[in-house]
Nanobody
C-alpha cells in the first residue's frame, strides 16, 4: 500500500518561497496522478495542483496560477510543489494525495486513494 510523507512546510514571510516535497514509500508513484491540497482553519480542503503520471499538470485553484508549480521526479519517487510569491492567504496545512486511476487531474478529495499526514505552511510577517 502506498505511503505518502509531506515535508518542507515552514513559517515564511509574504513574498517568500517554499518547496514542498511528497515522498512515497512501499510502492512507486510512477502510475499515479498526484494532487496537492490544502486546508486552512475553518475551511474545506481544496485542490491546489495536480500532475498525472504522464507529467501533464494543472493548477486546480485560480488563486495559485502563476505562483505555484507542481513537478515530479519518478527516479526519486517524489512530487514537489514549488510555491513562490506566497501570501498570508496561502497559510494552511498542505497535503499530497495519490489517485491510482490517473484518468484525469481531479479537484475532488474523494477521487484520491492515499493521503499524507500534511505539512504546515504559515505565511506571516
Amino acid at each position: 500500500q502506498l505511503q505518502l510523507v509531506e515535508s518542507g512546510g515552514a513559517l515564511v514571510q509574504p513574498g517568500g518561497s517554499l518547496r514542498l516535497s511528497c515522498a512515497a514509500s512501499r510502492s512507486t508513484l510512477d502510475y499515479y496522478a498526484i494532487g496537492w491540497f490544502r486546508q486552512a482553519p475553518g475551511k474545506e480542503r481544496e485542490g491546489v495542483a495536480c500532475i498525472r503520471s504522464s507529467g501533464g499538470s494543472i493548477n486546480l485553484a485560480d488563486s495559485v496560477k502563476g505562483r505555484f508549480t507542481i513537478s515530479r521526479d519518478n527516479a526519486k519517487n517524489t512530487v514537489y510543489l514549488q510555491m513562490n510569491s506566497l501570501k498570508p492567504e496561502d497559510t494552511a496545512v498542505y497535503y499530497c494525495a495519490a489517485d491510482r486511476t490517473d484518468y484525469y487531474c481531479s479537484p475532488y478529495v474523494g477521487s484520491y486513494d492515499y493521503w499524507g499526514q500534511g505539512t504546515q505552511v504559515t505565511v506571516s510577517s
